[in-house]
């Protein structure tokens, strides 16, 4: 072992288990390039300002968790603690929303870094795969997304999840609740920085998990009653294309997501196998985000969902997805002169598109055998110099154990017809 470990917070992915996280990946975006999203990659920092003006200068994001630099030239960066603002940024860079083509629809997965207390399902580096549908107000575009991300968790196995909804409002009902909500708020018993958050952002109160909190906040003013009437024929619009898709949702008035930038759709999929940290995806529409960063009146929803915690919630249903083998033929070489044929073998089956893999490292048979075993191959290929001297390589079955000679220049054709039965 080296003297180094991950940081703190973080872990690694190695094989085996790195190849679920791989398909995991893969299936959350699937479902979105099937839809008419486009790739979009962005860098992993970002100008510190795009995240305080956009996610929210209240937010823990923003006040505790980012994780800031100052390059030698003076910028002052954070690597990117979500996805959304970044994309909207590049989008707007780009002028994809002048193209003609609204709303520019985008998908994208990576790395994400918040400095936050580690535990179970809570890390420091993880994984999202997210979308965002850009310049577009519609019912329609609101479900679809929460529709796809549904599509993905049950393509992927994963059944004991649930899906949160609430609206937040606009900006014409949003700050009439949000006067009520202070007023009442005002008058709790409460510390000093849950306070100013009522000054900022008092709707996150509503989100604080301490029970001396919670207790005070019976009979506070409830946003739904507070709902104009757009927002109002928005939500229930929303509301009636998911139930006609068959997507089961709960209504969750008291859902208000830790990112400042949500109006009228929020939804959140949270599974009941993970304890504290419940939530395997979530977002919603932010009609108001691009104006806050500079650009102009584009409203758009979007989602992110965590890659780390679909695995756990997968790993909490017992649910083993079927990884395909990534090596078909293995070749077990014995002497010199069969390395060097039994090499040619595995290059040109490579050449073919055919996964094949090679005992490299003279170990003797029964280590060879025993590598092309935990292989997973389906075929292994074995020759000694006799084999050689009749110009045959043995084919081994790897699940009947059926051996038989075939002559060399055949192999290659050989087992590709195997494989192919
Ligand atoms: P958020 O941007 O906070 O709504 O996060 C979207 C999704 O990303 C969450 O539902 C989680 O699945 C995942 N996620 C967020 N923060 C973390 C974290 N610190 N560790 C692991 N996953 C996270």
């Known amino acids: 072992m080296s003297t180094f470990k991950a940081p703190k917070g973080t872990y690694d992915l190695t094989p085996p288990d790195s190849a679920k996280y791989l398909a995991v990946r893969e299936a959350l975006a699937a479902p979105l390039k099937n839809s008419g999203y486009g790739y979009i990659e962005t860098p992993g920092f970002e100008d510190v300002a795009l995240f305080s003006r956009g996610v929210g200068e209240s937010t823990d994001i923003v006040?505790?968790?980012?994780?800031?630099?100052?390059?030698?030239?003076?910028?002052?960066?954070?690597?990117?603690?979500?996805g959304t603002a970044s994309v909207l940024r590049a989008a707007l860079e780009a002028n994809l929303h002048k193209l003609g083509?609204?709303?520019?629809?985008?998908?994208y997965s990576g790395s994400y870094y918040r400095y936050e207390r580690p535990q179970k399902g809570r890390y420091r580096h993880f994984s999202q795969v997210g979308a965002e549908a850009i310049g577009a107000e519609d019912p329609a575009l609101d479900a679809e997304l929460i529709i796809l991300a549904d599509q993905a968790y049950r393509t992927l196995g994963l059944r004991n999840f649930r899906i949160l909804l609430n609206s937040l409002g606009d900006k014409e009902c949003r700050p009439v609740y949000r006067d009520a909500l202070q007023g009442f708020l005002r008058e709790l018993d409460l510390d000093e920085e849950t306070r100013r958050r009522i000054e900022i952002n008092p709707l996150r109160v509503l989100d604080d998990k301490r029970s001396e909190v919670q207790k005070q906040l019976v009979?506070?003013?409830?946003?739904?009653?507070?709902?104009?009437?757009?927002?109002?024929?928005?939500?229930?619009?929303?509301?009636?294309?998911?139930?006609?898709?068959?997507?089961?949702?709960?209504?969750?008035?008291?859902?208000?997501?830790?990112?400042d930038y949500y109006t009228r759709t929020t939804f959140e999929f949270v599974h009941d196998g993970l304890g504290s940290q419940s939530a395997v995806g979530g977002g919603g529409r932010y009609d108001g985000l691009s104006e806050m960063i500079?650009?102009?009146?584009?409203?758009?929803?979007?989602?992110?969902?965590?890659?780390?915690?679909?695995?756990?919630?997968?790993?909490?249903?017992?649910?083993?997805?079927?990884?395909p083998a990534t090596t078909s033929v293995f070749a077990v070489p014995l002497g010199e002169e069969a390395r060097r044929v039994l090499f040619g073998v595995v290059t040109q089956l490579r050449r073919d598109g055919v996964a094949a893999d090679f005992a490299y490292g003279n170990r003797g048979l029964k280590g060879a055998m025993k590598s092309a075993n935990r292989s997973g191959a389906r075929f292994t290929v074995v020759a000694g110099e006799r084999d050689l001297a009749e110009g045959v390589v043995q084919l081994k079955d790897m699940e009947s154990g059926e051996q038989t000679a075939v002559p060399l220049p055949e192999i290659a054709g050989t087992i590709r017809e195997c494989l192919a039965r």
């Open 219 to 259: 009979g506070a003013p409830v946003l739904r009653d507070y709902l104009c009437d757009a927002c109002k024929a928005y939500h229930e619009e929303v509301r009636d294309l998911l139930s006609a898709a068959g997507v089961a949702y709960e209504d969750d008035e008291k859902l208000v997501r830790g990112l």
């Open 294 to 323: 500079g650009g102009p009146a584009l409203p758009s929803v979007g989602w992110a969902l965590g890659v780390d915690r679909t695995v756990l919630a997968l790993e909490a249903e017992g649910v083993e997805l079927e990884l």
């Open 101 to 107: 083509n609204l709303p520019v629809k985008l998908w």
């Open 63 to 82: 006040t505790k968790e980012m994780y800031t630099l100052t390059t030698k030239g003076g910028s002052q960066l954070a690597l990117r603690p979500e």
